[in-house]
């Protein structure tokens, strides 16, 4: 059975031009989530009368907004004209940076990803970032079979933290290059379009949170755990950053039975990221009898092997240590799991890490697995992008 989404708004007392607007908007809200749908079906899911869905349509046609595509079949009388959200009106980009390699992905306006390209950063002259990312994101656009300068977003999720007053890229001395104070207006220049930088985990989240395990939660914590520890907080449904743009970045936070991290500039040192990062996982793993080049090949190497159930059980342990101390601060509904430590230790290392979180803490909240498919980061990314987009192309054409 098919549900359809209705509106969240109905037409409203106000200007021609406020309520025309606050309606058109409407209307693409129900054509991005539904799919198409016929003169009728949008008259009948915003409340507006026939002659002012026709209007609304032969408008938002007329500035390339919407397109015709087909007709109904098989219903009593002349079949129906449907309608959808042009593709075409716009394409946004986003970006995944880590110490080892860029992805970008293009998608429509629609949320259809065009292209996926991944380039190794292996050998990049740190001067010359700038300049490599932008060669990567005209590429992905040629393979999308876009023209050049058609991109009217692009969203970067990388591992650090800017600050809201200078711009500055904090906690992420492992990624040289991406240290000028002048960063995005030099990325704006070399893209031709405007360029946001945003934490990679703050990306993960935006992404559960938008069809993911946290779908419908607006209090919720995610635990990346991979190379680096990290997490996102989001409180009433948005994004918490704190003041300098460095909340969830918990790698350095102190945590019982892992050294005290003294602020070094240069890397994290010390703090959950001892207890729980990848170096920390492989030792452990040694431990237990288990080898492995890294933390999500010795993790799922665990299930199922002897000495597994053991190993699985501490690192379990050790990760809900650092989510009690955040569960104790924030009190979320929700504790999203994501990364690929977590991602390989699948439901079993999840049942693990919420017994032993019950145990820990007094805030209970429910833990998940991570419900995006490929990566979160990127996801995150080109749905921040399509978000900023629609509310530009949505409200002033």
Request: with cysteine; net charge neutral; glycine share 12%.
């Amino acid at each position: 059975m098919t549900t359809t989404r209705k509106t969240p708004r109905s037409p409203l007392a106000g200007t021609p031009s406020l309520l025309r607007a606050i309606n058109d908007r409407a209307a693409l809200e129900l054509l991005l989530a539904n799919g198409p749908l016929s003169r009728t079906q949008i008259g009948s899911l915003t409340g507006l009368s026939k002659p002012t869905a026709s209007q609304l349509l032969a408008r938002l046609e007329a500035v390339g907004l919407v397109v015709p595509v087909g007709t109904t079949a098989g219903g009593p009388g002349p079949n129906a004209q449907l309608y959808q959200v042009n593709p075409a009106a716009g394409h946004v980009a986003g970006v995944d940076v880590t110490s080892t390699a860029v992805r970008v992905a293009v998608a429509d306006i629609t949320g259809t990803t065009l292209a996926e390209h991944r380039v190794s950063t292996k050998g990049w002259p740190a001067a010359e970032t700038v300049a490599r990312v932008a060669e990567t994101v005209a590429e992905t656009v040629r393979r999308a079979e876009l023209a050049p300068g058609c991109l009217r977003e692009v969203v970067i999720g990388i591992g650090g933290a800017p600050d809201p007053v200078t711009g500055k890229l904090r906690y992420a001395s492992h990624l040289p290059g991406w240290h000028s104070p002048r960063l995005v207006e030099e990325l704006e220049a070399a893209l031709g379009a405007p360029v946001s930088i945003e934490n990679d985990v703050n990306l993960a989240a935006v992404a559960e949170q938008a069809g993911g395990a946290a779908a419908g939660c607006e209090d919720f914590v995610l635990l990346w755990a991979e190379e680096g520890i990290g997490a996102a907080i989001v409180i009433a449904g948005r994004l918490h950053r704190g003041f300098t743009g460095g909340a969830g970045e918990v790698g350095y936070m102190p945590v019982p039975d892992a050294p005290v991290s003294l602020g070094s500039r240069r890397k994290v040192s010390g703090g959950f990221q001892d207890l729980a990062g990848e170096p920390a996982v492989l030792a452990l793993a040694r431990r237990h009898g288990l080898r492995g080049t890294d933390a999500a090949q010795v993790v799922a190497g665990a299930l199922g092997t002897a000495g597994g159930e053991a190993f699985l059980t501490e690192l379990a342990e050790r990760l809900a240590v650092g989510l009690a101390v955040i569960a104790s601060v924030v009190d979320p509904e929700l504790v999203v799991l994501s990364g690929g430590t977590p991602t390989a230790g699948g439901e079993r290392l999840r049942e693990l890490v919420q017994e032993a979180l019950g145990r820990m803490s007094i805030p209970r909240p429910e833990v998940r697995l991570s419900a995006v498919p490929g990566s979160p980061v990127l996801t995150g990314a080109l749905q921040r992008a399509l978000a900023s987009t629609r509310d530009v192309l949505f409200s002033t054409h």
